[in-house]
């Protein structure tokens, strides 16, 4: 049986939170409910919580509890992160139904108090239906008021006669906290304040879907339902309990590790040993504890993913650094993986929760592409804020739109800009307007930006006089595979094709390979590999220039074993963006030792130097020129390949890119 003493106790923002579960939480009423009766249970969450800290009568009303239950999702999270890893929330709407299904079994009696005569008429017939065996002692709505003295006692005699085991009060925070605490001893049955669960359960208001209270954010819920009322007192509770949680956590870690100091030098100065000992405990893999990052990547689709450069380099940032022994989550967005449904139901929302050591969460967004990334990335950030990080890593501009809040906070900031995304052809006006705006945040707000050209490093100082750090992508050499399933599916071999890959967005250029292929006279085929894009008009557009020529040949999305077999066997590899950030595909296509032809922007020219040709981007008949030459000339193409997979295998390497990013880290934490 569990006694009060086996409670625990979580103090956030001096209020104590009980640490709990949903079984071990009515396990604990029902075997204790006698000695509970006329005691009180308060449901608590961030708005309670914030305003027991600003106002110590209320707090003194909190703590005067039997129990305070963490109904809210962050202050699970909180007590989690405080080293209470059993902590899980218990919402009054849960926690009610459990007890009365429960209760047909025990013949528990309940009486309900608040909300309105009409919501009670309608929580009776729900209950009833649902509940047949279920015995209500009475149900009694106040007027919206202060009662008399008379109506109060009338009201406490209604109760206690009614023989009621359980009084379910739904009067709204703080008020029915206050009259629980005013009532205790008074009447006779255990009192717990459940708020809205009234409501919830008669079905006279919707709850928050179940993904919105795993991201923290029923209160976006509610602000929907109701903004008026909702909008000020989130704006006023709900960052005023981040900064503070922040700031107290803080205060907790210093004074935390100045008493494990303190205890270490007075056992060591007794023994000489007992640092040492209890130092060798922190190891953790490759790193020590107090070495021991953790990591918030945010701004990318989802991992694992090659639906982009931005996908492939946090893949390979988070799972090396979760193999050195740092925490890293990757907040994954919502959506259609490019690998299909298998991917989706694997990696998808109710697949698995880790990848390689790295936890990766979902973040629901709208499906249009229009809205999708602005919604994830608040949500996102806004999930992450409870995450305890020392690092909040930003990847792309869009994203960046949202640092300011956990700057707000004092977090530390690391922004990759994979490239100047406003510059790309399918964004329209607004699309490119949110990208400039995260471009200026992560200038202003950002502790560490890294770019990874040259190019943009420029950019960056011209444009905001900001200093930033260049660490360019990585590439690790792949063993090449003969021709075999594209030989089965397209009809290919060896060296009988140019290769192309990536998305199908204008920026990429594909529209100029196509009509310089058009004017060649070759036997040799001309592979485009890349997904579906949201500019739909252009992906029509390419399918139109294609049907014109047999030798053209459109693979959609490709990974995997016909990926790798295409770079192996391609007679050269083209490239002709206009805009780029640093093409991994260009990287992936030299390791494999691919002839490259790429265009003249700064961005290509940096990664090949002089290991691969050059044309003037955007002109056609340069890149018409070249791809003859390269035709006609199989001799270059072997001498490009032989010093191609050395030379860019050598120049980027992931090692490097993780532990000088590590150090931007370390840096600034």
């Known amino acids: 049986m569990m006694s009060q003493k086996d409670l625990k106790y979580c103090t956030i923002l001096k209020t104590n939170i009980n640490v709990t579960n949903m079984e071990d939480t009515i396990d604990y009423i029902t075997e204790n409910l006698e000695r509970l009766k006329g005691d009180y249970i308060c449901v608590s969450n961030v708005h309670t919580t914030v305003m027991a800290f600003r106002d110590k009568e209320y707090r003194m009303v909190q703590n ?21 890893t059993e902590a899980q929330r218990v919402p009054g709407p849960d926690l009610m139904p459990k007890i009365l299904d429960l209760s047909q079994e025990n013949g528990y009696s309940h009486f309900f108090y608040g909300s309105s005569t009409e919501t009670l008429d309608q929580l009776k017939k729900v209950m009833l239906a649902k509940y047949p065996k279920l015995r ?30 359980f009084i379910w009060v739904a009067l709204g925070a703080p008020k029915q906290e206050k009259w629980m605490y005013e009532h205790r001893g008074k009447v006779n049955g255990l009192m717990l304040g459940v708020g809205a669960a009234f409501d919830f359960i008669a079905g006279t208001a919707k709850r928050a879907p179940m993904w919105m209270q795993k991201m923290c954010l029923e209160w976006v819920f509610r602000i929907i339902q109701n903004p008026r009322r909702m909008i000020p007192r989130y704006l006023n509770t709900n960052f005023s309990f981040m900064y503070h949680v922040h700031q107290e956590s803080k205060a907790l870690r210093r004074r935390n590790a100045e008493a494990k100091e303190e205890l270490i030098r007075r056992e060591s100065a007794g023994t000489g040993i007992a640092e040492k000992s209890v130092r060798g405990k922190e190891s953790v893999g490759r790193i020590s504890k107090k070495e021991r990052l953790r990591i918030a990547m945010i701004g990318h689709k989802r991992i694992p993913s090659r639906e982009g450069g931005v996908e492939i380099v946090v893949e390979e940032l988070a799972v090396r650094m979760a193999a050195m022994g740092h925490h890293v989550d990757a907040y994954n967005r919502y959506g259609h993986h490019v690998s299909g449904k298998k991917y989706e139901q694997e990696y998808g929302w109710k697949g698995r929760k880790f990848y390689k050591g790295v936890r990766v969460y979902i973040v629901p967004t709208f499906r249009t592409s229009k809205l999708n990334a602005i919604v994830y990335s608040f949500f996102a950030t806004v999930r992450a804020m409870f995450g ?137 085929k001309l592979v485009i590999a890349g997904g579906n894009s949201h500019a739909v008009e252009y992906m029509e557009q390419i399918h139109q220039m294609v049907a014109k020529d047999e030798r053209i040949i459109m693979t959609d999305f490709v990974q995997g074993q016909v990926l790798e077999e295409l770079y192996s066997n391609a007679y050269a590899f083209v490239l002709p963006s206009d805009v780029e950030g640093m093409a991994l595909t260009l990287l992936e296509a030299m390791s494999y030792g691919d002839c490259c032809l790429v265009s003249d922007i700064c961005e290509n020219t940096e990664v090949v130097e002089d290991k691969a040709l050059i044309f003037r981007h955007g002109d056609v008949k340069d890149l018409r020129r070249q791809l003859a030459y390269l035709l006609t000339h199989p001799e270059v193409v072997e001498e490009y390949r032989k010093q191609s997979a050395d030379y860019i295998c050598g120049k980027y390497n992931w090692d490097d890119v993780v532990e000088e990013t590590l150090k931007l880290y370390r840096r600034k934490t």
Request: charged share 25%; glycine share 6%; proline share 5%.
């Open 388 to 524: 305890r990080y020392d690092i909040f890593h930003f990847h792309a501009e869009g994203p960046c739109v949202m640092v300011w809040l956990p700057k707000l906070f004092h977090k530390k900031i690391v922004v990759t800009v994979h490239g100047l995304d406003w510059q790309r052809a399918k964004w329209g006006n607004f699309a490119s307007y949110v990208i400039k705006l995260g471009e200026r945040m992560a200038a202003k707000y950002a502790d560490e930006i890294i770019v990874l050209s040259e190019n943009v490093k420029q950019y960056f100082a011209d444009t905001y006089n900001r200093q930033v750090t260049y660490i360019p992508n990585a590439i690790d050499r792949p063993e090449p595979k003969r021709a075999q399933l594209i030989t089965e599916k397209y009809g290919l071999t060896k060296d009988g094709y140019l290769l192309s890959l990536g998305r199908i967005v204008p920026e990429k250029g594909v529209h100029y390979l196509i009509d310089a292929f058009l004017e060649i006279d070759t036997d040799k």
């Open 64 to 84: 005067s509890a039997a129990m305070a239950l963490p109904d809210g999702q962050p202050l699970s999270i909180v007590s989690r992160g405080r080293g209470y």
């Open 136 to 165: 209500i002692a009475g149900m009694y709505a106040p007027p919206y008021r202060e009662l008399t003295r008379e109506e109060d006692e009338n009201a406490i005699r209604m109760i206690n006669e009614s023989g009621a085991d």
